[in-house]
């Protein structure tokens, strides 16, 4: 049986940057035993020497000339911002200490 | 009018007997009428569809050359963005968000005359079977309002049963077309991948997702089926090569001397009675139509289900890492001196529902260090093999087919607790989108212990999605002469509708 404690969850949690509350932390980290014995089945099966598909096409780079093709104005690509100043994206602290 | 097929309609607008705005008003009503107890929009957008109806119109009065669905109302899943358009992909994170641009099903769709008339409900980010995953409730099933129609396309399936849209659009990750499809007695198809554009298709997992048509009837589904797909530059994936002749096939509908395999993987047990009994005689009806029946093995797709619940999450995990909280959509917690990682998480928090946040979680784990070959790693190796057993088996038959779902319509918060049985119930859907060839759902009849919808599943090779409307076609046809009329005849009455 496979498991992941709440701690393990919670460490996931904050890679994944999703805010946990306690309640939620265990719910999944009961659940998750169940789910991974589950998906933990794709190890049942020899699989050496076969090859891993990433994508159900043979994938290649597509390039196209390089010319200014219409875009966004700068209004409509602003227009789902939760907050803007000066035609710019208004975006929390990123770097260093609060002021 | 309602009650007509899309081509029926088509042909009545052709004929001047009938025009765009007065079918488009005569399903508004009747979503006014009885969308309060199915519940499949999101949001109706009536002014926006009956001037796009106007407009057909007015084009069609002038005698310019319209294309086959030109007028026809439809259903669009809100996972397809549409410019200025409320779209929320079933989210609270995407609340409010009005996109700045036209996804290309929806541009293609405008180009073709068709109205759209609003967006349906879905589970949240299409992860769900069920459209009870959705942050704005749930869909409830026509056929028996205590039930779920399946999902995650739930809302499109519902509308299209219920007779509020003669045609939906939906999407198809693990079998959200073709399960929803067959929960709710009508046809369903996910086209080969990279057959429907993906840009404006919001991303759940990417190498699996593709948009298809829904219909009362496999031309029906024909016909929006070939002009919403073709080849799409702003798409990487997009294949570049002619449509399917999918329409003349479903007009065609003859399956004499065609190879059908059953495939022993996808049957008998774990499968409900009357699921399998439908199963059964729909192939007797096959042979007796002069196709061959043949039973083909596919040993790998016994781990389909598990390498579909790794390589979705781990694509998932990635694709809504966007949803950060500084560009669009909702931000919560942006108080002075909060940092960009902490308002992340606390939007994210907020924004995502149970099943997104328990995917992320599982994707985030099976892509981590340390754990990455035995889970990602091997999932991606199934994958090989159910592409292997598929090309293996295409060589003994024409077409494959399965029951759709492994039960009928199940009651609501039956299993959203369980998520291990939810997942079950994708079980004979997801080889197809892990192959990324193309399948489609169609009403096999109901089973007898609850009266309630069967899907038959026909799938095909990547590129040959004319097989599913030449073998759907003939079966559907033998299928109504034996019940004298179609399945969705048999659904109760709504209440409140006219």
Known sequence: MSSLSRDDVAKLAGLARIEMTEAELVELSSQFGLILDAVARVQEMDLSGVKATSHPQPLENIARPDVVLPSLSPEDALSGAPAQEESRFRVPQILGEAE | ?498
């Open chain 2, 1 to 498: 009018m309602i009650r007509s097929t899309a081509a029926q309609m088509a042909d009545a607008l052709a004929k001047g007997e009938t025009t765009s705005v007065e079918l488009t008003q005569a399903h508004l009503d009747r979503i006014a009428a009885v969308d309060g107890q199915v519940k499949a929009f999101l949001h109706v957008d009536s002014a926006g569809a009956l001037a796009q109806a106007k407009d057909v119109d007015a084009r069609r009065a002038k005698g310019e050359k319209l294309s086959p669905i030109a007028g026809i109302p439809l259903a669009l899943k809100d996972v397809l963005a549409q410019k200025g358009v409320p779209t929320t992909a079933g989210s609270k994170i995407l609340q409010g968000w009005l996109p700045p641009y036209d996804s290309t099903v929806v541009s293609t769709l405008k180009a073709a005359g068709v109205v759209i008339m609003g967006k349906t409900n879905m589970d949240e980010f299409a992860m769900g079977s069920s459209t009870e995953n959705s942050g704005y409730g749930p869909t409830f099933n026509p056929w028996d309002l205590t039930r779920t129609p399946g999902g995650s396309s739930g809302g499109s399936a519902a509308a299209v049963s219920a007779f509020e849209a003669p045609l939906a659009i939906g999407s198809d990750t693990g079998g959200s077309i073709r399960q929803p499809a067959a929960l709710t007695g009508i046809v369903g198809v996910r086209p080969t991948y990279g057959a429907v554009s993906r840009f404006g298709l919001i991303a759940y997992s990417s190498s699996l997702d593709q948009a298809g048509p829904f219909g009362r009837t496999v031309l029906d589904t024909a016909l929006l089926h070939e002009v919403m797909a073709g080849h799409d530059v702003k798409d990487a994936t997009s294949i570049n090569a002619p449509v399917p002749a999918v329409v003349a096939a479903a007009k065609s509908g003859d399956v004499k001397g065609m190879k059908i395999g059953v495939i022993k993987q996808l049957q008998g047990e774990g499968y409900q009675k009357g699921v399998q009994t439908r199963f059964d005689e729909s192939l007797q009806v096959l042979a007796s139509l002069g196709a061959e029946i043949v039973e083909v093995d596919c040993p790998s797709f016994e781990y389909a289900l598990a390498a579909y619940y790794l390589i979705a999450p781990s694509e998932c995990s990635s694709n809504l890492a966007r949803f950060d909280a500084m560009r669009y959509g909702l931000r919560t917690g942006d108080v002075d001196g909060a940092s960009a990682e902490a308002v992340m998480s606390a939007t994210r928090d907020a924004g995502f529902g149970r099943e997104v946040k328990r995917r992320i979680i599982l994707g985030t784990y099976a892509l981590s260090s340390g754990y990455y070959d035995a889970y990602y790693g091997s999932a991606q190796k199934i994958r090989t093999l159910i592409i292997q057993d598929y090309a293996k088996a295409f060589t003994k038959a024409d077409v494959l087919v399965s029951p759709t779902a492994p039960t009928t319509a199940y009651k609501i918060g039956e299993k959203v607790d369980d998520p291990m049985a939810m997942y079950l119930g994708d079980v004979a859907t997801i080889p197809v989108n892990l192959a990324g060839i193309c399948g489609m759902s169609l009403p096999a009849g109901l089973a007898d212990e609850d009266n309630l919808p069967v899907g038959f599943q026909i799938m095909a090779p990547a590129m040959q999605d004319q097989r599913l409307y030449q073998v759907g076609a003939a079966l559907e046809a033998a299928l109504l002469t034996k019940w004298g009329a179609p399945i969705l005849s048999k659904a109760p009455e709504l209440k409140g509708a006219k």
